[in-house]
């Protein structure tokens, strides 16, 4: 079992900065693909950031390319989401995901059902 939890959100104007952490339970973390996804009301959960396990691979989601950036630290157990340039349609509740199951080091991961452990989000309010 991997218990993922999220931290760092919070309220920020429009064009501030905010740096999210998930902290992973498991031993072999360093090993797992790992996503931040996002929900707003209303709306569906949709994918924000993908990493690969080694690292070397990431992929971002149109909206927040050139603003976001995933990275991790396989050391620590922690995956990050730097985000930059926030706006206000970026307020929603931001879940961290670990994929287990992986065999390629250079492959991201980029639909929810493709993820195996969820954490309990954390919100994410953006004002203008």
């Known amino acids: 079992q991997v218990q993922l939890v999220e931290s760092g959100g919070g309220l920020v104007q429009a064009g501030g900065s905010l740096r999210l952490s998930c902290a992973a339970s498991a031993r072999t973390f360093s090993i797992y693909a790992m996503g931040w996804f996002r929900q707003a009301p209303g709306k569906e959960r949709d994918v924000v950031a993908a990493i690969s396990w080694s690292g070397v691979s990431t992929r971002y989601a149109d909206s927040v390319k050139g603003r976001f950036t995933i990275s991790r630290d396989n050391a620590k157990n922690a995956v990050y989401l730097q985000m930059n340039s926030l706006k206000p349609e970026d307020t929603a509740v931001y879940y961290c995901?670990?994929?287990?199951?992986?065999?390629?080091?250079?492959?991201?991961?980029?639909?929810?059902?493709?993820?195996?452990?969820w954490g309990q989000g954390t919100q994410v309010t953006v004002s203008s």
């Open positions: 995901a670990a994929r287990t199951r992986t065999s390629d080091y250079r492959r991201t991961y980029y639909y929810s059902d493709e993820y195996e452990y």
